[in-house]
């Protein structure tokens, strides 16, 4: 059995983004310079280590949204 939780980072949480969307809401991925992959790394090992596992990563205008789930 799973329990699953949906976080909401706000790009002000997210000064050090990894993901850059355009005012449009066109994102991309090439304009992200590896320094930057810290921030999102940190978050990912932080929830790991109370045992929830990323099941998704929604990206879009001002932000994005979390999918994760562990085991109950």
Do not use: P
């Amino acid at each position: 059995m799973f329990e699953y939780r949906i976080t909401r980072h706000t790009e002000s949480d997210f000064n050090r983004v990894t993901y850059f969307c355009s005012e449009k809401g066109e994102c991309r991925l090439e304009d992200v310079s590896d320094s930057q992959t810290s921030a999102l790394s940190a978050m990912l090992n932080e929830r790991g280590a109370d045992g929830w596992e990323l099941v998704q990563l929604l990206f879009g205008k001002g932000g994005l949204l979390a999918v994760w789930k562990r085991t109950i």
